[in-house]
């Protein structure tokens, strides 16, 4: 397993080429940047909530929740933002952010807006960060790089997974559990993780 150093600027690839779990942590790190108070929930059934986020130190109910995706190509749609509202309503919350490394659907989009759901996908997540201050742009991207973020975690074993390679075909690359053959889990290379593997 090898760290991959960001040799590049901020991009769309780069947001795209960011695993699931780390994906999750960022967010924290971006909610944090914005003066929250900002954890993650912990691995299992979050109850459609992956981040809990509170301000000025009162822990006694969260100010706001958030959900994020690391989806590269599949579009967040309204299902995927109505349930988000159902946790925001059981929770008794009155503020959501949805973060996503892709895009929104039109009828995502609308339902968010009605609802007073604050939603990023990949071009106002790039906003943020690149307004923020160079220092923070900087330990934004050292994160990235210590967390291993092209590498998958196995949803299953909470492990990185290992780059591996298709015994049928040579030229095919794959994410494999570390505990295999007793976990199966594997994931597709994507062609984002493919860029800065091969940089």
């Known amino acids: 397993m090898q760290f991959i150093k960001i040799t590049s600027e901020w991009s769309p690839e780069l947001l795209k080429a960011i695993e699931w779990q780390t994906f999750e942590s960022f967010c924290v790190e971006l ?16 109850q459609g909530i992956d981040i809990f986020a509170y301000k000025d130190g009162l822990f006694d109910k969260p100010a706001a929740i958030a959900q994020c995706k690391a989806w590269a190509t599949m579009k967040v749609g309204v299902k995927n933002i109505r349930e988000f509202y159902g946790a ?7 503020k959501g952010f949805f973060f996503v490394t892709g895009e929104y659907t039109p009828d995502a989009l609308e339902f968010a807006e009605q ?3 604050s939603i990023f996908d990949g071009e106002k997540i790039l906003q943020l960060i690149t307004k923020a201050p160079q220092g923070v742009q900087d330990y934004l991207k050292k994160f990235l790089e210590m967390n291993n973020f092209l590498y998958p975690t196995c949803q299953s074993c909470n492990k990185k997974m290992f780059l591996r390679t298709s015994k049928k075909n040579s030229d095919e690359r794959f994410w494999g559990c570390q ?18 593997l091969d940089q």
């Open 31 to 46: 909610l944090r940047a914005a003066k929250f108070q900002a954890f993650r929930t912990p691995i299992g059934k979050d």
């Open 88 to 94: 925001m309503a059981a929770n008794n919350v009155e």
């Open 115 to 117: 609802n007073k759901i």
């Open 179 to 196: 505990n295999f053959p007793i976990c199966r889990q594997n994931f597709k290379l994507s062609q984002y993780q493919e860029m800065f």
